[in-house]
Protein backbone atom coordinates (compact mmCIF):
# COMPACT_ATOMS: atom_id res chain seq x y z
CA UNK A 1 0.00 0.00 0.00
CA UNK A 2 2.83 2.33 0.74
CA UNK A 3 5.08 1.75 -2.79
CA UNK A 4 1.51 2.12 -4.37
CA UNK A 5 1.01 5.79 -2.32
CA UNK A 6 4.66 6.38 -3.37
CA UNK A 7 4.26 5.97 -6.66
CA UNK A 8 0.48 7.91 -6.92
CA UNK A 9 2.65 10.70 -5.29
CA UNK A 10 5.42 10.68 -7.83
CA UNK A 11 3.00 10.64 -10.97
CA UNK A 12 1.12 13.14 -9.51
CA UNK A 13 4.27 15.46 -8.92
CA UNK A 14 5.30 14.59 -12.71
CA UNK A 15 2.09 15.77 -14.18
CA UNK A 16 1.73 18.63 -12.30
CA UNK A 17 5.61 19.75 -13.03
CA UNK A 18 4.66 19.35 -17.14
CA UNK A 19 1.38 21.30 -17.20
CA UNK A 20 3.44 24.32 -15.57
CA UNK A 21 6.13 23.53 -18.49
CA UNK A 22 3.38 23.63 -20.99
CA UNK A 23 2.92 26.75 -23.11
CA UNK A 24 0.25 28.89 -21.91
CA UNK A 25 -2.37 29.74 -24.51
CA UNK A 26 -3.24 32.65 -26.56
CA UNK A 27 -3.69 36.31 -24.43
CA UNK A 28 -5.74 39.35 -24.95
CA UNK A 29 -6.71 41.90 -22.56
CA UNK A 30 -4.77 45.19 -21.74
CA UNK A 31 -1.30 45.55 -23.49
CA UNK A 32 1.24 48.00 -21.79
CA UNK A 33 4.75 48.74 -23.55
CA UNK A 34 7.20 51.37 -23.34
CA UNK A 35 8.33 53.01 -26.55
CA UNK A 36 11.84 54.77 -27.14
CA UNK A 37 14.45 56.37 -29.28
CA UNK A 38 16.72 54.16 -30.80
CA UNK A 39 19.54 56.23 -30.98
CA UNK A 40 19.24 57.62 -27.18
CA UNK A 41 17.14 55.24 -25.18
CA UNK A 42 15.12 58.03 -24.07
CA UNK A 43 11.17 57.69 -23.79
CA UNK A 44 9.30 58.87 -26.28
CA UNK A 45 5.97 60.86 -25.39
CA UNK A 46 3.53 61.50 -27.67
CA UNK A 47 4.38 58.62 -29.78
CA UNK A 48 0.72 57.52 -31.81
CA UNK A 49 -0.17 53.81 -31.22
CA UNK A 50 -3.28 51.94 -33.36
CA UNK A 51 -3.71 48.22 -33.23
CA UNK A 52 -4.61 47.81 -37.27
CA UNK A 53 -6.69 45.22 -36.14
CA UNK A 54 -8.90 46.14 -33.69
CA UNK A 55 -8.85 49.46 -35.21
CA UNK A 56 -8.56 51.36 -31.75
CA UNK A 57 -5.42 54.08 -30.89
CA UNK A 58 -3.61 55.31 -28.17
CA UNK A 59 -0.70 57.72 -27.17
CA UNK A 60 2.58 57.06 -24.75
CA UNK A 61 2.67 58.93 -21.97
CA UNK A 62 5.26 61.44 -20.65
CA UNK A 63 7.67 58.10 -19.85
CA UNK A 64 6.54 56.65 -23.14
CA UNK A 65 4.54 54.74 -21.67
CA UNK A 66 1.00 53.34 -23.39
CA UNK A 67 -2.17 50.60 -22.60
CA UNK A 68 -4.11 49.44 -25.44
CA UNK A 69 -6.61 46.78 -25.95
CA UNK A 70 -4.91 44.32 -27.82
CA UNK A 71 -4.49 40.23 -28.29
CA UNK A 72 -1.93 37.89 -29.79
CA UNK A 73 -0.83 38.14 -33.27
CA UNK A 74 -2.69 41.56 -33.64
CA UNK A 75 -0.56 44.28 -35.16
CA UNK A 76 0.35 48.03 -33.73
CA UNK A 77 1.43 50.46 -35.47
CA UNK A 78 3.58 53.35 -34.33
CA UNK A 79 3.59 56.92 -35.45
CA UNK A 80 5.79 60.16 -34.49
CA UNK A 81 7.06 62.76 -37.11
CA UNK A 82 10.46 63.06 -37.69
CA UNK A 83 10.54 59.08 -36.99
CA UNK A 84 10.30 55.81 -38.95
CA UNK A 85 7.07 54.26 -38.59
CA UNK A 86 6.91 50.84 -37.42
CA UNK A 87 4.66 47.69 -37.34
CA UNK A 88 4.93 45.09 -34.11
CA UNK A 89 3.64 41.74 -33.68
CA UNK A 90 1.62 41.28 -30.57
CA UNK A 91 3.35 37.94 -28.56
CA UNK A 92 2.99 36.19 -25.58
CA UNK A 93 5.91 37.68 -24.13
CA UNK A 94 4.36 41.16 -24.30
CA UNK A 95 1.67 40.58 -21.84
CA UNK A 96 3.89 38.43 -19.83
CA UNK A 97 6.54 41.34 -19.72
CA UNK A 98 5.35 44.48 -18.77
CA UNK A 99 8.69 46.40 -19.83
CA UNK A 100 8.38 45.21 -23.52
CA UNK A 101 10.48 48.39 -25.06
CA UNK A 102 9.71 49.22 -28.67
CA UNK A 103 12.22 51.29 -30.78
CA UNK A 104 11.64 54.11 -33.00
CA UNK A 105 14.32 55.03 -35.32
CA UNK A 106 14.64 59.09 -36.41
CA UNK A 107 14.70 59.94 -40.20
CA UNK A 108 17.37 61.02 -41.52
CA UNK A 109 16.85 64.15 -44.15
CA UNK A 110 19.39 65.16 -46.80
CA UNK A 111 18.47 68.87 -47.43
CA UNK A 112 19.59 70.78 -50.49
CA UNK A 113 19.77 74.85 -51.02
CA UNK A 114 16.66 75.63 -52.37
CA UNK A 115 15.84 79.59 -53.43
CA UNK A 116 12.28 79.69 -52.67
CA UNK A 117 10.50 82.31 -55.13
CA UNK A 118 6.86 82.21 -55.06
CA UNK A 119 5.82 85.08 -57.25
CA UNK A 120 7.43 87.89 -59.08
CA UNK A 121 5.39 91.09 -57.89
CA UNK A 122 5.79 94.28 -59.52
CA UNK A 123 4.42 96.48 -57.09
CA UNK A 124 1.51 97.40 -59.21
CA UNK A 125 -1.62 95.48 -57.75
CA UNK A 126 -3.18 95.18 -61.34
CA UNK A 127 -0.37 93.74 -62.48
CA UNK A 128 0.29 91.54 -59.62
CA UNK A 129 -3.05 90.33 -59.15
CA UNK A 130 -3.10 88.58 -62.44
CA UNK A 131 0.14 87.48 -61.98
CA UNK A 132 -0.46 84.83 -58.96
CA UNK A 133 -1.86 81.37 -59.25
CA UNK A 134 -5.66 80.61 -58.79
CA UNK A 135 -6.69 77.37 -57.15
CA UNK A 136 -9.21 75.84 -59.39
CA UNK A 137 -10.61 73.62 -56.94
CA UNK A 138 -14.32 74.20 -56.70
CA UNK A 139 -17.06 72.19 -54.85
CA UNK A 140 -20.27 71.56 -56.21
CA UNK A 141 -23.39 71.39 -53.99
CA UNK A 142 -26.39 69.35 -55.60
CA UNK A 143 -29.78 69.60 -54.15
CA UNK A 144 -30.89 66.79 -52.11
CA UNK A 145 -26.97 65.67 -50.86
CA UNK A 146 -25.42 66.60 -47.52
CA UNK A 147 -21.54 66.77 -48.92
CA UNK A 148 -20.11 69.00 -51.70
CA UNK A 149 -18.37 67.53 -54.78
CA UNK A 150 -14.69 68.71 -55.94
CA UNK A 151 -14.62 69.10 -59.72
CA UNK A 152 -11.86 71.17 -60.52
CA UNK A 153 -13.48 74.48 -62.18
CA UNK A 154 -16.77 75.85 -62.58
CA UNK A 155 -17.42 75.57 -66.17
CA UNK A 156 -20.54 73.26 -67.57
CA UNK A 157 -18.33 70.20 -68.12
CA UNK A 158 -17.02 70.02 -64.68
CA UNK A 159 -20.93 69.95 -63.38
CA UNK A 160 -21.27 67.39 -65.99
CA UNK A 161 -19.00 65.27 -64.37
CA UNK A 162 -20.23 65.39 -60.94
CA UNK A 163 -23.60 64.52 -61.95
CA UNK A 164 -21.77 61.75 -63.91
CA UNK A 165 -20.35 60.22 -61.37
CA UNK A 166 -23.21 60.37 -58.48
CA UNK A 167 -25.77 59.13 -61.30
CA UNK A 168 -23.86 56.69 -62.91
CA UNK A 169 -21.54 54.51 -60.77
CA UNK A 170 -18.52 53.62 -62.75
CA UNK A 171 -17.41 49.93 -62.89
CA UNK A 172 -14.01 51.02 -61.23
CA UNK A 173 -15.28 52.15 -58.16
CA UNK A 174 -17.15 49.06 -58.36
CA UNK A 175 -14.28 47.27 -58.33
CA UNK A 176 -11.98 49.34 -56.33
CA UNK A 177 -14.74 48.96 -53.27
CA UNK A 178 -15.36 45.55 -54.27
CA UNK A 179 -11.83 44.24 -53.58
CA UNK A 180 -11.95 45.03 -50.15
CA UNK A 181 -14.93 44.84 -48.50
CA UNK A 182 -13.89 44.16 -45.05
CA UNK A 183 -11.17 47.38 -44.98
CA UNK A 184 -14.11 49.24 -46.08
CA UNK A 185 -16.25 48.65 -43.60
CA UNK A 186 -13.89 49.72 -41.09
CA UNK A 187 -14.01 53.20 -42.02
CA UNK A 188 -16.58 54.02 -39.99
CA UNK A 189 -14.52 52.31 -36.81
CA UNK A 190 -11.48 54.55 -37.80
CA UNK A 191 -13.63 57.49 -38.28
CA UNK A 192 -15.32 56.94 -34.53
CA UNK A 193 -11.56 56.77 -32.21
CA UNK A 194 -10.75 60.23 -31.77
CA UNK A 195 -6.82 59.90 -31.39
CA UNK A 196 -6.69 58.03 -34.79
CA UNK A 197 -8.57 61.05 -35.93
CA UNK A 198 -5.85 63.48 -34.68
CA UNK A 199 -2.91 61.18 -35.88
CA UNK A 200 -4.89 61.27 -39.30
CA UNK A 201 -4.92 65.31 -38.94
CA UNK A 202 -1.20 65.35 -38.66
CA UNK A 203 -0.32 62.97 -41.28
CA UNK A 204 -0.16 63.54 -45.30
CA UNK A 205 1.97 60.98 -46.55
CA UNK A 206 -1.28 58.55 -46.93
CA UNK A 207 1.04 55.71 -45.04
CA UNK A 208 -1.35 55.33 -41.59
CA UNK A 209 -4.33 55.24 -44.21
CA UNK A 210 -2.88 52.59 -46.33
CA UNK A 211 -1.92 50.59 -43.11
CA UNK A 212 -5.59 51.11 -41.44
CA UNK A 213 -7.12 50.35 -44.62
CA UNK A 214 -4.87 47.61 -46.08
CA UNK A 215 -5.24 49.46 -49.66
CA UNK A 216 -2.69 50.86 -51.87
CA UNK A 217 -2.04 54.51 -52.18
CA UNK A 218 -2.51 54.48 -56.27
CA UNK A 219 -6.49 53.01 -54.87
CA UNK A 220 -6.75 55.84 -52.72
CA UNK A 221 -6.34 58.15 -55.46
CA UNK A 222 -8.28 56.51 -57.83
CA UNK A 223 -11.07 56.50 -55.59
CA UNK A 224 -10.99 60.11 -55.24
CA UNK A 225 -10.69 61.07 -58.89
CA UNK A 226 -13.86 58.75 -59.45
CA UNK A 227 -15.77 60.34 -56.92
CA UNK A 228 -14.85 63.95 -58.52
CA UNK A 229 -12.63 65.03 -56.02
CA UNK A 230 -9.93 67.77 -57.56
CA UNK A 231 -6.40 66.68 -57.93
CA UNK A 232 -5.62 69.97 -55.99
CA UNK A 233 -7.79 68.04 -53.11
CA UNK A 234 -5.72 65.08 -53.59
CA UNK A 235 -2.46 66.50 -53.33
CA UNK A 236 -3.25 69.23 -50.51
CA UNK A 237 -5.39 67.52 -48.15
CA UNK A 238 -4.22 65.82 -44.68
CA UNK A 239 -4.94 62.39 -43.99
CA UNK A 240 -8.07 62.98 -41.91
CA UNK A 241 -9.58 65.04 -44.75
CA UNK A 242 -9.00 62.03 -47.19
CA UNK A 243 -10.54 59.66 -45.09
CA UNK A 244 -13.71 61.15 -44.97
CA UNK A 245 -13.12 61.79 -48.39
CA UNK A 246 -13.43 58.25 -48.93
CA UNK A 247 -15.73 57.43 -46.75
CA UNK A 248 -18.20 60.26 -47.94
CA UNK A 249 -17.76 58.86 -51.60
CA UNK A 250 -18.08 55.31 -50.12
CA UNK A 251 -21.72 55.80 -48.28
CA UNK A 252 -22.98 57.48 -51.58
CA UNK A 253 -21.49 54.15 -53.61
CA UNK A 254 -23.37 52.06 -51.33
CA UNK A 255 -26.74 54.06 -51.46
CA UNK A 256 -26.72 54.04 -55.55
CA UNK A 257 -25.23 50.59 -55.52
CA UNK A 258 -28.32 49.28 -54.01
CA UNK A 259 -30.88 51.48 -56.00
CA UNK A 260 -29.60 50.07 -59.14
CA UNK A 261 -29.54 46.51 -58.09
CA UNK A 262 -33.29 46.59 -57.13
CA UNK A 263 -33.98 47.72 -60.53
Known amino acids: MQKYLLHLFILTSFFGLSQE ?24 ESVHVVNLNQVIGTITNEKGRFKITAAVNDTLYFSFLGFKSQKIRVTNDMFKFKDTKISLTELAYALEEVIVR ?3 LTGFLEIDVKNLPINNAYQHSISGLSVGYEAGNKNPSAVTKVLGAILNPADLLRNLFG ?28 ETLVELLQIEKMDIEDILN ?21 SGCYEDFKVLNRGKNKK
Not at 22 to 41: H, K, M, R, W
Open 21 to 44: DTPSTDQSGELSAVVINAQTDAPM
Open 118 to 120: PYQ
Open 179 to 206: KKPAQMRKLRQVKEDDRIRDLLASKFDR
Open 226 to 246: NCSYSKSFIQTANDLQILDAI
